[in-house]
Nanobody, 126 residues
């Protein structure tokens, strides 16, 4: 399984970006998927995700109302639309998926996911 994240870049406060993640050797539709991020000097944190297509989507409080998680099952892609970006959103963003089911209480736990993309850097300048 390989995940390829893309779409990061340098933007200004208030701008938007859309991250994409493609999978090979794996299908997102029936499996849990999520976006995490890791800022310099900080631990990796959950951003958004869902357990399967059609399931509820969960967001970190810090991005709720600004970020939107979505899937395109026809292309086996997941996306993270990021609006109203803030300097504190600066981080490397990772897409992740699990080969197995994740219980609801574990959706936000990075240890629940066993496949990770390489990360894409998002830098938001003030």
């Amino acid at each position: 399984v390989q995940l390829q994240a893309s779409g990061g870049g340098l933007v200004q406060t208030g701008d938007s970006l859309r991250l994409s993640c493609a999978a090979s050797g794996h299908t997102f539709r029936r499996n849990p998927v999520a976006w995490f991020r890791q800022a310099s000097g900080k631990e990796r944190e959950f951003v958004a995700g869902s357990r399967r297509s059609g399931d509820s989507i969960y967001y970190a409080d810090s991005v709720k109302g600004r970020f939107t998680f979505s899937r395109d099952n026809t292309k086996d892609m997941i996306y993270l639309q990021m609006n109203s970006l803030k300097p504190e959103d600066t981080a490397v963003y990772y897409c992740a998926t699990s080969s197995g089911w994740i219980i609801l209480s574990a959706v936000r736990d990075s240890k629940s996911y066993n496949h990770w993309g390489q990360g894409t850097l998002v830098t938001v300048s003030s």
